[in-house]
């Protein structure tokens, strides 16, 4: 490229900024003034490098309690992800392409954070976790609003309500109804009392209202409404159940059941088992066969529901075949 055709394509490109500028009644002049007095960008400004590896702030002096801080914040980003893949699912009713395309990105945050748990179930010393785990008091994973909204964003609340009142309950109540009856307000309980735990109710006065309000949101235009409204009959609804079935096996499967791996390991101590920080139920609140949670059941036959994951406990934590 000679000198006379940089000089035309960047007065070409200096012309549609003009033109960009002058429509928004700025002058584009000064906003190269701008550019030309500006520093350079660098990485650790991009990301903001320094602020972010100050945000490790320990309670106790046990090393090993910087690894449960930075992945769990690690966690909170891919849920980020998974929220900003979700959030433009409504906006492209008609395009079961793309429908996919969010569902596969999904699945991908999801299978990272199940396969990275390891670094939570082999990553620290198990006399360490135990120790600084009182100084975390009463704060729980379970108090992740983002993990909540993921949910509520996915499916109907119907199927998100705890298995014991689905058939006592309408299912087509309001919001303000169902939320009460929804599966992980009952896993915070107390083991000895049933009341709720303080873990709750730190949880319920900060994101109750806004939960309930995305839920009145998502009401039409959670995962499982778009695809049975503009999905479920065309020739790539095969292809879009096949990522459906993955993301409720990863999101509803394999993370809680690499969480409840994670509690027996820490947690459980012959002939005893320790609470969790947040004085959960956990050996009932973490295996998905209690609670059965399935943000696309119709996709599922009778015999795979009724199983939802029987299979993986019996296999993985009681060395069943």
């Known amino acids: 490229m000679d000198k006379t055709e940089i000089k035309e394509e960047l007065y070409q490109q200096l012309k549609k900024l003009d033109e960009k500028y002058d429509a928004m009644g700025q002058d584009l002049s000064s906003y190269l003034d701008g550019l030309l007095y500006s520093d350079y960008l660098t990485y650790w400004d991009y ?39 979700i959030e ?4 492209e009713e008609g395009n079961t392409e793309k429908f996919i395309m969010r569902i596969d990105r999904i699945n991908r945050y999801f299978q990272q954070l199940v396969n990275s748990f390891e670094i939570m179930i082999d990553g620290m010393e198990k006399e360490q976790f135990l120790k600084f785990r009182m ?3 009463p704060s729980s994973g379970f108090q992740s609003v983002q993990y909540r909204m993921i949910e509520i964003c996915s499916t109907d609340l119907r199927n998100l309500m705890n298995v014991s009142y689905r058939e006592k309950i309408d299912p087509d109540g309001s919001e303000d109804v169902l939320y ?17 735990t303080l873990t709750l109710n730190q949880f319920d006065e900060k994101y109750s209202e806004q939960l309930k309000n995305l839920a009145k949101k998502y009401r ?7 695809y049975q409204k503009y999905h479920s009959s065309n020739d790539l609804t095969d292809q879009a159940i096949k990522s ?11 993370w809680p059941l690499a969480h409840f791996k994670s509690a ?12 969790a920080t947040g004085g959960t139920n956990w050996q009932k609140f973490l295996p998905p066969k209690f609670q059965k949670v399935i943000f ?15 299979g993986w406990v019996m296999k993985e934590i009681l060395n069943e075949k």
Do not use: C
């Open 180 to 196: 009460d009856y929804l599966y992980w307000k009952s896993g915070a309980t107390e083991l000895a009392t049933g009341k709720k």
């Open 296 to 310: 696309f059941p119709d996709i599922w036959t009778e015999e795979e529901r009724n199983d939802w994951g029987k």
């Open 244 to 254: 459906m079935r993955e993301l409720d096996s990863v999101a509803n499967l394999f």
């Open 88 to 91: 433009q699912i409504p906006g």
């Open 47 to 85: 990301i903001h490098l320094d602020t972010l590896l100050s945000l490790q702030n320990p309670r106790t002096s046990f090393p090993d309690e910087k690894i449960f801080i930075a992945y769990h914040q690690i966690t909170e980003l891919f849920f980020k992800l998974i929220l900003m893949e």
């Open 220 to 226: 039409e235009t959670n995962i499982w409404q778009v």
């Open 264 to 275: 027996v390991r820490y947690l459980h101590r012959d002939p005893n088992v320790i609470s």
């Open 135 to 137: 100084s975390l008091l």
